[in-house]
């Protein structure tokens, strides 16, 4: 197992499950999973994240609050510069689940995480970068529950893996039922062909 990476700057928890429709919907949108991603590494400022996102302060701004109210992400340290106070955010934990059982509540959808995946690995596929797997198997829901906690410890191991190098690789992962997927007639079945 590889060891955990030190926290980026300040306290952070290792899993926060989402709970209420107001965090879910702020997962909503790509850039904001694209600031928490970056957050990952260290605490940083609006105008840091404008930098490196190549968006207007004010709609980073935007988008900060938003994580900022849902409790995704918190004002770890502030400093002055000139006459401003200015706010550096970190992660509120290291990953971000959605809670299979909300209590009753109707959590809303975020987004689908395989469109996001199939834009940005479209350049690494065309340049035979890409490693991907795509499998079916016929699987009770307790075992799809116990295969997919599996995966959600493998990607957490990910999240904590130290941040280096010079390019940033993207995981996706998920299990999802299949409804039309083929299948072959059981052979003890009348009428089935023998199966010799």
Do not use: C
């Not at 840091?48 to 938003?66: D, F, M, Q």
């Not at 401003?84 to 959808?109: C, H, N, Q």
């Amino acid at each position: 197992m590889t060891p955990a990476a030190p926290p980026p700057g300040h306290e952070i928890a290792d899993r926060l499950v989402l709970t209420r429709p107001a965090q879910v919907r702020a997962l909503g949108h790509p850039l904001r999973t694209t600031i928490l991603g970056l957050l990952t590494e260290r605490a940083a400022s609006v105008a840091e994240l404008a930098e490196a996102t190549h968006r207007p302060k004010s709609t980073i701004a935007h988008h900060v609050s938003v994580l900022h109210l849902a409790g995704l992400v918190q004002v770890v340290r502030t400093r002055r510069v000139r006459a401003v106070e200015e706010r550096f955010y970190g992660r509120a934990a290291r990953t971000v689940t959605i809670s299979v059982d909300p209590g009753g509540a109707e959590l809303p959808l975020d987004f689908n995480d395989f469109e996001v995946a199939a834009r940005e690995s479209s350049a690494a596929y065309e340049a035979r970068r890409l490693w991907a797997f795509l499998r079916h198997a016929r699987l009770s829901d307790e075992q799809a529950s116990e295969f997919w906690t599996r995966i959600r410890d493998l990607v957490e191991e990910y999240d904590r893996l130290p941040r280096s190098g010079a390019t940033t690789y993207g995981l996706a992962v998920g299990i999802y039922p299949v409804p039309d997927y083929p299948r072959l007639p059981d052979p003890r079945e009348p009428g089935a062909p023998d199966a010799g």
